[in-house]
């Protein structure tokens, strides 16, 4: 049983050393909860709860306290992946809920698994999921003032290993704020969060790198292949350097690899395996 979490980068300043010593305390936290979860529950189960975890606390970027687009509403993104049946679902640029991840878990059991917009909404609101407006006071104060353009980072993911064997990933973000109205980032996308029965790989950074380097999808296929997780991952991390990628994984394989990698510094994670790792 393993489990590894990340909760995106963040921009490396003075200011920000508390709130890095808060997500890191944040994530040990969670993923220490996560660990628990998962000796009795599913690894597909335990990516949802500590995403679900992830996306409840403001600090990160994701559910509440989610970056704000450029016409000043909120729209989120998540997937999941079930390595076992090989089944992806998602949600693109879902407005007002609080919890993203659980519509996409929900979708899993249908034909039409990756819902975006109002249709996505219609799928929520229709299957319990109340209105919730996940802006917070300091994501509002960060619009107004327009800091955070060059792309602050905070996107959550979770990748877990259970007792059977199985593994998941799930990937939930607020995006990178004030895109373009409805920009599609990674998160929802099989570049973004990707699992079989070999690996599987929750990403962070731009969205549109990750794309370009089709990278949780291309980890999985190169460890499905004989690579070694770690190998995997740097060889694709290679091929990010000709467009000078930003990206940053969490990755965990069958055969036990825990392992994760960025293409610059800032990106906090933290892994369950038999003890308590946090790391940025
Ligand atoms: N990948 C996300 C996006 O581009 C942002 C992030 O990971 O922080 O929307």
Redesign the pocket.
Known sequence: MKVIIHG??FSESATNQETKKAKQDALAEIVTKAHQFLASHTALETVVYAVSLLEDNELF?AGIGS?IQSDGKVRL?AALMDGHTQKFSGVINLEDVKNPIAVAQQLLDYDDRVLSGEGALTFARSNGFDYFNPITEQRQAEYQAKINQQ?????VGCVALDAEGNLAAA?S????GF?IPC?V???ATVA?NFANNFAGIS??????D?VSGALAAKIVTRVTDGFTLQAACDKSFTELKPFDGF??VIGITTAGEIYHCDSHPYMVWASFDVNLQVFN
């Open positions: 995106g980068f970027n970056q993104s792309g602050r980072k905070g996107t990937t973000t607020g995006g990178k895109e920009r980032s990674d998160s973004g990403c962070t950074g731009v969205g549109e990750i990206a940053g």
